[in-house]
């Protein structure tokens, strides 16, 4: 049996007790700046024992879903929002974290371009989810450019 394909995601799972979940969820992981060198030291990591093997990287899978289920309304990992019991602000963390994700994104991105892409030959990118929205009456010119701008705002927020 041959295996050309094998979908590896390059991100990482911080397993502590649920005492310790909300400050080190204020500490460490998307809510914190220090996400973006701790995600480049982990990329560097798989970039130098694994380059060799892998031609297509992703760097973050769906971010858009990390961001508004596990900051938005908790119900994936780390489990925050407002009113959940990790804590949380859902009007507020899912951007923070959707912004560092796009941070550590760029940054892994641009460490693999400048020290790896040429040596090993490969490719880098993110996965994104999407939604397709289609207007209510479509003889509606208001209807039309609500659908266009809830699609826009929904695969471009992040």
Avoid at 56 to 77: E, V
Avoid at 104 to 109: C, F
Wanted: overall charge positive.
């Amino acid at each position: 049996m041959k295996i050309y394909t094998l979908r590896f995601g390059m991100h990482w799972v911080n397993f502590t007790s649920p005492a310790d979940r909300k400050r080190k969820n204020l500490e460490s992981g998307f809510l914190s700046l220090l996400l973006r060198e701790d995600y480049k030291k982990y990329a560097e990591l798989l970039f130098q024992r694994f380059g060799d093997g892998v031609k297509f990287w992703i760097t973050l899978n769906q971010p858009y879903s990390l961001a508004s289920k596990g900051y938005g309304d908790g119900s994936y990992p780390p489990g925050r929002c407002t009113g959940c019991e990790f804590g949380g602000d859902s009007g507020i963390e899912p951007y923070i974290v959707g912004h560092n994700q796009l941070l550590a994104h760029a940054i892994a991105v641009a460490l693999y371009r400048k020290r790896y892409q040429k040596l090993q030959g490969g490719k880098i990118g993110t996965t994104l989810i999407g939604r397709w929205f289609t207007p209510l009456n479509e003889n509606s010119i208001h209807d039309t450019v609500a659908a266009k701008r809830a699609f826009k705002f929904f695969v471009g927020c992040i």
